[in-house]
């Protein structure tokens, strides 16, 4: 079973159904409100979790009440959180706006994930231990790059999600001088300029791709009915990382954790919202079966 760490965000999200998504300066109205558990780091820590893979999480919590929700949740699928701090004011918030086809927009509040930091004198003894470190850009980027220096020391396997896009580019030359796999949409890789041991492109239902310094494939995904995209990626990357091989690994094992993840990806977006939409390892297996 591999040891997971997810250094990464926690947020209530706050999702609206709507026909249409709005344009500038358009007012639409919405036929549903949800309020559920979300944010990156959350999203990809109970995928992998359920995906069967021994996860820690570190990351920060407010002091409000949507603090309680988004610990019992992680808690209810066995995520460990022994290295999650909390941090006065609020935790944070997104607002998703799904419309009729599944597509998605978000906006994200930082709240207590802006606040996170680790320091070297202070650092969890579970991002040491650890497999596979995976991070995200919903928390400030000097974070990541530290939890992520101290993994690589360890031996683990260091994977970046590079979302959302548009961080300061000279924390993250950091950030990708440590990553080891690096996971991005297609958006986000072409504002991606380091070259990674292995770059793994998501592309929605087409599947995805992985480029690695002396190799190139791609994946399909199974054809699905997408209810939600919202969290799919999520539930991706946290499935990959349960799976990914140790160093060095062999190209049928990566082949293997990618098909893995695809599945799971387009599992996802059968079940609306992000923070429980991810399947367990016996629905993958179901999935790649058929």
């Known amino acids: 079973m591999a040891r997971v760490c997810v250094v990464g965000s926690l ?16 007012t639409v109205l919405a036929s549903s409100l949800t309020y559920a558990p979300g944010g990156k780091g959350g999203n990809q820590a109970v995928a992998a979790a359920r995906a069967g893979a021994r996860v820690q999480f570190v990351g920060a919590l407010g ?3 949507a603090a ?6 992680l808690l209810a699928n066995g995520v460990g959180l022994d290295a999650t701090a909390t941090v006065a004011g609020p935790s944070g918030t997104a607002i998703v706006v799904v419309d009729a086809g599944a597509e998605n927009t978000i906006v994200v509040a930082p709240g207590a994930n802006g606040q996170l930091t680790l320091t070297a004198a202070d650092m969890p003894a579970v991002i040491a231990e650890c497999d596979v470190l995976l991070t995200q850009l919903e928390i400030p ?14 031996g ?3 994977m970046v999600n590079a979302s959302p896009a548009g961080q300061d580019r000279s924390a993250l030359a950091e950030l990708a001088s440590v990553a080891d796999v690096v996971i991005a949409n297609e958006a986000e890789a072409a504002q991606w300029p380091w070259r990674p041991t292995h770059l793994v492109t998501t592309l929605g239902a087409r599947g995805a791709r992985c480029v690695s310094l002396d190799d190139e494939f ?5 054809a699905v009915k997408a209810v939600d995209t919202t969290g799919a990626g999520d539930v991706f990357a946290g499935v990959l990382a349960a799976n990914w091989p140790p160093h060095p690994g062999s190209r049928a094992e990566r082949l ?6 695809c599945a799971a990806g387009a599992l996802a977006t059968l079940v609306p919202g992000a923070g429980d939409c991810a399947p367990d390892a016996d629905a993958i297996d179901a999935a790649l079966a058929r």
């Open 156 to 158: 683990a396997v260091v």
């Open 63 to 65: 002091d409000d009440a």
């Open 11 to 26: 947020n209530l999200d706050l999702t609206v159904d709507v026909d249409t998504l709005p344009r500038p300066g358009e």
């Open 68 to 73: 309680d929700q988004l610990r019992a949740h």
């Open 218 to 222: 791609w994946m399909p995904a199974p």
């Open 141 to 154: 980027v000097a974070a990541a790059v530290t939890a992520a220096r101290e993994a690589r020391r360890g």
């Open 256 to 261: 293997a954790a990618l098909q893995r993840a």
